[in-house]
């Protein structure tokens, strides 16, 4: 029965929609940007307030809302959910980004990839020091192809724009923990207040994550990584302070993160390990 009930409002759902295109597309098209479920962001992508829906260049916005209840917390995690982006974390020091199937992976210190991020305004794009946490996020906006007007020269496959929460004229504290399998652990706490005579406030977020290494350790001492390669031990604190008055608003913000994990794996074509061989598919 309550299959022909969803059929039954499938039909007139359509004839419905049908009517609304027949009296005018215009119509339709400000029904559809109400529809319940749909979220208007405003970015910053093009160096101004605007509604994600009037820029016109492709891009790909999330709330601060959407990554706390996903989960995504890192850019492997947000890759996952945004089409034509890859990211691959070989360690935290040597990312890879592609974007459309073009990859700015170099691993030189002193190389700027070809996919430019910008956290709060400034730019960390070289390949040690752009992969930071995405925790307490206001959002994130990911935009495809070349950006270089805005975005500097070496945004010639896109630019990932993080923007993070700021201090606010509000009084609250929150904490959130997940754990798994593994030995994976999550914890984040984020508090704000308001600090002096409603024009200055404070913020402090801060955030931990712990995983055991997901390959095993084949050397036959264990000495490198007796609990696995590829391991996650990240901590990371934000403080963020903000004044406000009727002509200004001035905000301080200071980012801080710790990566200890265990050796990366890797094997070489050309250095022989300690047992088997260096051919990268052996028989």
């Known amino acids: 029965m309550l299959i022909h009930v969803t059929r039954a409002l499938m039909g007139a759902a ?28 405003v970015v910053t992508a093009q160096k101004r307030s605007e509604r994600n829906l009037d820029v016109p260049i492709n891009i790909t916005t999330y709330s601060g809302r959407f990554l706390a209840d996903q989960g995504i917390s890192d850019f492997e995690a947000l890759s996952a959910f945004t089409p034509g982006l890859i990211v691959q974390e070989q360690s935290p020091n040597n990312p890879g980004f592609v974007i459309r199937g073009l990859t700015s992976d170099s691993g030189e210190a002193n190389i700027e990839p070809r996919v430019s991020i910008y956290q709060d305004g400034v730019s960390i794009s070289r390949s040690r020091g752009s992969v930071v946490e995405l925790f307490d996020m206001e959002r994130i906006e990911v935009l495809k192809g070349p950006q270089s007007t805005l975005f500097g020269r070496s945004a010639l496959i896109g630019a990932i724009n993080l923007v993070q929460n700021k201090a606010k004229d509000d009084t609250f504290a929150n904490f959130t923990v997940s754990a798994g399998d593994k030995g994976q652990l999550r914890g984040t706490a984020v508090t704000n207040a308001v600090l002096l005579n409603d024009e200055l406030y404070g913020r402090v977020a801060i955030t ?5 290494g997901i390959v ?28 406000e008055t009727a002509a200004s608003t001035f905000d301080l913000i200071v980012n801080f993160q710790r990566d200890t994990p265990d050796a990366t794996a890797f094997k070489s074509g050309v250095i022989p390990a300690f047992t088997g061989t260096v051919d990268m598919w052996p028989q």
Do not use: C, K, W, Y
């Open 14 to 41: 359509s004839v419905i929609v049908l009517t609304a295109v027949i009296a005018g597309a215009a119509s339709a098209q400000e029904a559809g940007a109400e529809a319940e479920g749909f979220e208007r962001v």
């Open 216 to 243: 095993d350790n084949i050397v036959p001492s264990g000495t490198l990584a007796p609990t696995g390669l590829s391991s996650t031990d990240l901590i990371a604190g934000r403080v963020s302070l903000r004044r």
């Open 208 to 212: 931990a994550r712990t995983h055991d």
